[in-house]
């Protein structure tokens, strides 16, 4: 197999299981793909205010992040956001937190996120 094959299939998008307490469930939390993670970072960012808009990163973290951990379906589309955000805070938070950290967004990153939408942040880190 060529070296562009090997990369091309490696099974690289980190998950682990997480038990959400609020909801007595059991999901599977997916990283994002480079391609979820840029469109994440291009749309958090309000260029009006010059913030990272909250409102539309955790909603879109957990659409991205979380899937059935029986059949790795994911479980929510965009079409779900407004009734994910009428949630528990904690149970969304939670989820967010992990969607972040295994698609490599730190705390640092997420202050960042999308500030520059034409380049990507460097993940300087290998470790958190």
Known sequence: MSLRDTILQANDIPSEKM?????DVELLIKGMT??????????AY???TQQ????AVYPDVVVACVHDPDTGEALFSPADKDALM???SAAIEAIAAVGLRLSGIGSE???????????????????S
């Open 19 to 23: 038990h959400v307490k609020e909801w």
């Open 46 to 48: 309000d260029q009006s």
């Open 52 to 55: 990272v808009n909250m409102a």
């Open 86 to 88: 009428s949630k528990s």
């Open 109 to 127: 990153e997420q202050d960042e996120a999308g500030k520059d939408s034409s380049t990507i942040p460097s993940d300087d880190s290998s470790s």
């Open 34 to 43: 480079a391609g979820e993670r840029i469109t994440l970072m291009q749309t």
